[in-house]
């Protein structure tokens, strides 16, 4: 091989490496791709991003209102709601324990307090008193509010169905 020959395979490959550089640059400015603020798609139990806890952090400013929503709470329609906890909750005074323990007089005591009930150590752990909020936050999602809980119930979303069935668990005493 001359250098002539030499020369040209060099300036081939200088000007390949030069035409690669620049289609790559000129794609990058074209292209600009940005990052969506949300995954497109989410996958349970996968660590959440900043932009969920942010709406995290809006469903519990939402759920602090119950004490305005029990002011025109309605004790008929959280009766009706107490349908899906009967299975397992007895409402009325002396009432047996069943799955869960009974709900008489639910409201302000102690977690966990049931005599004859074997509860989840979680729920003993918990032990606060069932206050409004409490219970509101709890009703909500149990399973995340009091972690380990052995109750099988997945919550109620809507804020004033779970107004009135507190106002309904206020009126059994
Ligand atoms: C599938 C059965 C089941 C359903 C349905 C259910 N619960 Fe429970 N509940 C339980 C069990 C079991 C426990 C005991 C939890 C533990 O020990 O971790 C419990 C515990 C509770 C407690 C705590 C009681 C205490 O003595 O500390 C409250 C309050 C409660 N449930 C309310 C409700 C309400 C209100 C509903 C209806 C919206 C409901 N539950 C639906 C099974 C159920």
Redesign the pocket.
Known sequence: MDSFEFNKIAAAILVTALFVIGVNEIGNSIFTVKKPSKPGYVVEGVATTQSDKKDEGKKEQKLADVKILLASANIGAGEN??K??V???SNNKDGAVK?????WG?VG??????PN????S???AYGKN?TVDE?NE??YK?AQY?K??????AG?EKDQERAD?IAY?NSLK
């Open positions: 709601t107490f899906k906890c299975a397992c909750h799955i869960g323990p009974p709900m639910i005591k102690k977690a966990g307090s049931h009930y074997k509860y989840s979680a729920m003993v069932w219970l709890y009703l149990p009091v380990g809980t052995k109750m099988a119930f109620i069935l668990l």
